[in-house]
């Protein structure tokens, strides 16, 4: 009952502008998602190709809605400029909340959070999309942590519901308020979760790929347990093809993220399958080979 009242007291800062640092698979859906539901977002990437992408996938999701007649042409146009593509950190300066999605490495992410921290306002918050990297971790070398969390989306974005927001030690009750308010704007079922490497989700997820990584060495072949996952246990998609839809690359970071984390239950098995498919660039769905090929 305290708690309940305390949160009811707890005033959330308004979200009326976004920035997503990266717009691949996850940024792209992000900056999607967020201009969709209303909040005008400045989507940020070091490759030009990668903001060409982001836009293109944004308008094809779009044309859908369109399709549907959820949407109409003007109401498209709208949220398309809404959306503002850019090389430059200068136009990431004045918004209220910042959802970082570059790859998966820790040192990287430390470096794009520092930098773009000091672009913003006192009072912005900052989060990442990590999927497995303690929030601590990342929050140690920030001056305002207090303003600082996980807001871990699900891929496709446009579709999965869940978010986890992950409270660090320092993250303060304003700022989980804020980001849980932000993450039902957008549409979606936000969760509050503690810090620890993979959070929530992935601390299933994963101990499921290794054990389909297991099962490969162990001589099965990958478009069977697919087969078998799909048809017969009903799930909407095997192991093989989820890995391929996720990204090699992205997955083989978290898994070095969560055997470092979990040094016992998580240990890096020789020969994984999914370094060997990261190490012969074969990245599923984004590079248009992995376990299977795409046209
Ligand atoms: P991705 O490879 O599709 O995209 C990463 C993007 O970041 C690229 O466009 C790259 O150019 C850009 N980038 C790299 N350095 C940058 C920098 N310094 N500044 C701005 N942009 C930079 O990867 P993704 O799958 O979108 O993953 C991004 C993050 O989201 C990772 O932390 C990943 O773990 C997480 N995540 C991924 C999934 C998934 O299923 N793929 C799901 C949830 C969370």
Redesign the pocket.
């Known amino acids: 009952k305290g708690k309940a009242k305390k949160a009811a007291k707890i005033a959330t800062k308004a979200i009326n502008k976004a920035a997503v ?7 792209g859906g992000i900056a999607y998602q967020s201009a969709l539901k209303g909040v005008p977002v400045v989507m ?4 030009d190709k ?1 903001l060409a992408l982001g836009m293109g996938e944004a308008t094809k999701l779009l044309g859908k809605q369109v399709e549907r007649k959820k949407l109409d042409a003007i109401g498209m146009a709208k949220v398309i400029a809404s959306i503002t593509p850019t090389l430059s950190n200068e136009n990431v300066k004045g918004v209220d909340i910042v959802v970082e ?4 490495n820790p040192k ?1 992410k430390g470096a ?1 959070l520092k930098e773009v921290e000091a672009l913003l306002s006192d009072d912005a918050i900052l989060t990442s ?4 990297i303690s929030i601590d971790s990342l929050a140690a070398n920030l001056s305002r942590p207090q303003n600082f969390c996980g807001m ?4 496709p974005v446009h579709r999965m519901p869940l978010v986890e927001v992950i409270r660090g030690k320092d993250t303060s009750e304003e700022t989980v308020a804020a980001v849980v308010a932000y993450a039902a704007k957008m549409g979606k079922s936000p969760i509050v979760v503690n810090d620890c490497p993979g959070f929530f989700v992935n601390r299933v997820l994963f101990p499921y790929f290794a054990g389909f990584s297991k099962l490969v060495l162990d001589g099965a072949d990958f478009a069977q347990v697919d087969k078998v996952m799909e048809k017969q246990f009903g799930w909407p998609m095997g192991p093989a093809y989820l890995l391929d ?3 090699l ?2 997955a083989y970071h ?1 898994t070095d993220v969560m055997a470092a984390g979990f040094p016992t239950r998580m240990a890096k098995l020789n020969d994984d399958p999914v370094a060997a498919m990261y190490k012969a660039d074969r990245y599923g769905q ?1 590079n248009g080979v992995g376990f299977y090929a795409y046209s």
Not at 22 to 27: C, K, R, V, Y
Not at 129 to 132: G, Q, V
């Open positions: 640092l990266g717009a691949g698979i996850m940024g940020k990437d070091i490759a990668a999605a570059v790859v998966e990287v794009v999309n990590t999927s497995t871990h989306f699900f891929n839809v996720v990204g690359d992205t978290c984004k």
